[in-house]
């Protein structure tokens, strides 16, 4: 099993408020990642990190932001979520030279009210 | 970044074996190819992996021709369980992020 969490696992919240979603891995794993997936759809890469004070935008533009200041956390934070934040969020990381050999966590499910 | 094409779904009745075919004619020297599988709601999983021929581990083999323009990833006797997103992913193990770039990947449904 791979040792990459993610909570919460469900939340529901109301428009306006400010949300963290915590990613925690203990692997050591360099990389590490925030997918965004709709029910049924693709995932899209909206952020990702190298390592500590590493951070860099995906793919998916996102309103979120991310900080990596330790090498076993990776959190995103939403600082005013609206409606259309409502989605699955998916973390994941990786070695170093390990790119294509990624570890997910269960995901967060954000509805936003 | 290679691209990669595979078949939007499948289905299979269960005891069946299921083979899922991706196309990546621009694969580069050092790519390796990566299957995932993904349950709903849950974060995709690392099925197999691998640079040419055959590679087999407890879930899945995996078949790669000469050329490597092409790779199969074969799930012997699927059951009910093995329903879900399989996805071919193709590049570089010291590449970037956008490496791990998904796609629609194959649904597959097992049929009882």
């Known amino acids: 099993e791979a040792d990459i969490y993610q909570t919460p696992r469900y939340l529901v919240i109301g428009t306006g408020k400010k949300i963290t979603l915590e990613c925690s891995q203990t692997m050591g794993h360099d990389k590490m990642y925030w997918y965004q997936q709709d029910p049924g759809m693709e995932l899209h890469l909206i952020h990702y990190?190298?390592?500590?004070?590493?951070?860099e935008k995906g793919d998916l533009s996102s309103e979120s932001t991310v900080s990596r200041i330790r090498t076993e956390h990776f959190p995103l934070t939403l600082e005013s979520a609206r409606p259309s934040h409502t989605s699955q969020y998916l973390c994941?990381?990786?070695?170093?030279?390990?790119?294509?050999?990624?570890?997910f966590g269960q995901g967060t499910r954000l509805t936003v009210v | 970044l290679a691209k990669t094409t595979q078949p939007i779904s499948m289905d299979s009745y269960e005891g069946q074996e299921v083979n899922i075919t991706c196309s990546h004619n621009?694969?580069?020297?050092?790519?390796?190819i990566t299957w995932y599988q993904q349950f709903p709601s849950q974060g995709p999983r690392f099925i197999i992996q691998g640079y040419k021929t055959k590679v087999t581990n407890e879930v899945a083999s995996l078949f790669i021709p000469a050329d490597r323009k092409s790779s199969t990833l074969s799930l012997p006797r699927v059951s009910l369980s093995d329903t879900a997103v399989y996805y071919c992913?193709?590049?570089?193990?010291?590449?970037?992020?956008?490496?791990?770039?998904f796609g629609t990947g194959t649904r597959l449904t097992v049929i009882p």
């Open positions: 994941a990381s990786s070695e170093f030279s390990g790119a294509l050999l990624a570890f």
């Open positions: 990190s190298y390592g500590v004070n590493s951070t």
């Open positions: 621009n694969i580069a020297t050092n790519d390796y």
């Open positions: 992913l193709v590049g570089d193990m010291n590449g970037g992020a956008n490496n791990l770039f």
